[in-house]
């Protein structure tokens, strides 16, 4: 069966340090993968998703960046962090063959707060 | 924007009760999702209906989608304490990249 990981599950950092948010799927080939970012209380905010290795699309501009080093490990990164980047960070995958408007099965978050 | 918008945007129940939610957007769609997020956790898909349809089912859950109103609404019936959740729907549409997510329905069912 498949399995959707993320690390760490919280996480407190200054502002201007660098992050990187880890994800990564089991189970399964080729996902589209993707990272959410959500406020508390609030809906879901789709920031990137790859159909495949090296391949990634931003749909916000932010200081965030995301790579896809191997085909099952989607990365989220900044280099400085702001304040207005604390959330709840989540990783989902979907299957490739179903389209992006396939079900998505998503890990269990990151809590991130930047102080 | 395509985004759901979910109605109410809390709601109280009874155990045994059964639970409302609705959902609209404003354009055209290829399906519709219902998702279910317990505090803290991540997003546990609950059902998905394709524009061609207008009801399914699935064990207690039933969702309806009109697609001439642009609304969609999730009865969950003979609510349980562990029904407690938020739920959101997203839309996949004509046009779009990817699944839009409405703010969601917070359900609190009292023992």
């Known amino acids: 069966s498949q399995t959707i990981h993320q690390w760490p599950a919280t996480l407190v950092q200054p502002v201007g340090s660098p992050l990187s948010l880890e994800c990564t799927v089991e189970?399964?080939?080729?996902?589209?993968l993707y990272w959410y970012r959500q406020a508390a209380g609030r809906g879901l905010q789709l920031l990137f998703y790859?159909?495949?290795?090296?391949?990634i699309s931003s749909e916000v501009p932010q200081n965030l960046s995301a790579s896809r080093p191997q085909d099952r490990q989607f990365i989220l990164s900044s280099k400085k962090l702001l304040l207005s980047d604390s959330g709840f960070y989540l990783c989902?995958?979907?299957?490739?063959?179903?389209?992006?408007?396939?079900?998505?099965?998503f890990g269990p978050g990151t809590r991130l707060l930047v102080l | 924007s395509q985004q759901g918008e979910e109605d109410p945007q809390a709601l109280s129940i009874q155990e045994g009760e059964n639970a409302t939610m609705n959902c609209s957007y404003k354009?055209?769609?290829?399906?519709l999702q219902w998702y279910r997020q317990n505090s803290g956790r991540g997003l546990v898909h609950l059902i998905l209906?394709?524009?061609?349809?207008r009801e399914k089912h699935s064990g207690r859950l039933r969702v309806t989608l009109d697609t001439s109103k642009k609304s969609s609404s999730l009865l969950i019936t003979a609510s349980r304490a562990a029904d407690t959740a938020s739920y959101f729907c997203?839309?996949?549409?004509?046009?779009?990249?990817?699944?839009?997510f409405g703010t969601g329905t917070r359900l609190t069912v009292i023992p």
């Open positions: 189970g399964t080939s080729n996902p589209n």
């Open positions: 989902a995958w979907s299957v490739r063959s179903r389209g992006r408007f396939g079900t998505q099965y």
């Open positions: 997203a839309t996949g549409g004509t046009g779009a990249n990817n699944l839009f």
């Open positions: 790859s159909v495949g290795i090296g391949q």
């Open positions: 354009t055209s769609i290829n399906n």
């Open positions: 209906i394709r524009s061609n349809e």
